[in-house]
């Protein structure tokens, strides 16, 4: 039998530019992605990675202007570097993930069991202090380009989406991921509240699609994948019954190539 090798752990910081200006900051060991949005007078970090090493200096070498964070969530591979800037942003309906899984203590726990993390639990960053409150429909102007807030409940409570309004570049965090999306934790939301999410983020026509995870870069087709997952569920279907990752029971769905996984605690 055929048996998949898990890739190697990724060992430098990789930096890739995207359309737009946009910058694709990659961190070790398994490639948690960070955006840098560069505007004319500020630019806009999207997620902070884990908090190996300074992703501040890596981020200075890439731009001179002033830096502020918006976390999607909370999840310690999104908020874990926040400690390194001073003005950060997050919705407050996501306060309890981040406090209790951005955390020095909880990150050092769950790096340890990543490929090649035990040696980068003595590199991470502090527990970071609590964010700023984002709100629905909030608009940040960085010169020349426009962020806009959309709550976005559905892997968490607390997630938010952020388009960049003149290129319909949509940032999804960890919902709407082209490979697998997860509401498997006890801070996700409910079905429901998932499928309300991707009708929002379809009525904002967005051109592409950037997520929190590998494969990053996406085409709207992948909201319509998870609105048909969706559909599914509410329409009875539970999908096929698995052990997800966290050892959870759970199920599976499939949409072209799209997966979601679900604990029944989150039906509804
Ligand atoms: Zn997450």
């Not at 570097?81 to 951005?102: C, H, K, L, S, W």
């Not at 960053?125 to 709550?151: A, E, N």
């Not at 050892?247 to 029944?264: I, K, Q």
Request: aromatic share 6%; hydrophobic share 35%.
């Amino acid at each position: 039998m055929e048996r998949k090798m898990p890739p190697p752990p990724q060992k430098e910081t990789a930096v890739t530019p995207l359309e737009e200006g946009i910058l694709e900051i990659s961190m070790p060991p398994v490639g948690f992605i960070s955006y840098l949005v560069p505007g004319s007078e500020r630019a806009a970090l999207i997620d902070t990675g884990m908090g190996v090493g300074s992703l501040r200096s890596e981020v200075e070498k890439l731009t001179s202007l002033p830096v502020f964070v918006i976390n999607t969530h909370g999840h310690p591979d999104h908020a874990g570097g926040n400690a390194e800037f001073e003005e950060t942003y997050i919705a407050p309906e996501e306060y309890d993930v981040f406090q209790r899984m951005a955390t020095l203590e909880f990150r050092k726990d769950d790096i340890s069991r990543m490929p090649g993390g035990k040696e980068l639990a003595e590199k991470l960053q502090p527990t970071p202090p609590l964010p700023k409150p984002l709100s629905d429909g909030q608009v940040f102007d960085l010169g020349g380009r426009t962020l806009r807030i959309i709550y976005a409940p559905g892997h968490t409570h607390g997630s938010i989406a952020i388009l960049d309004e003149g290129s319909g570049t949509l940032f999804t965090g960890d919902n709407a991921m082209s490979r697998n999306t997860s509401m498997h934790e006890w801070n996700s939301a409910t079905i429901s509240q998932y499928r309300a999410t991707l009708e929002r983020l379809k009525a904002l026509h967005p051109k592409k699609l950037l997520c929190g995870h590998r494969p990053n870069v996406s085409g709207p087709e992948v909201l319509d994948r998870h609105l048909k997952i969706m559909n599914r569920i509410l329409s009875g279907e539970k999908g096929e019954e698995r052990t997800l990752r966290g050892g959870a029971v759970g199920f599976v769905l499939e949409e072209e190539g799209s997966t979601f996984d679900y604990t029944p605690e989150h039906l509804g």
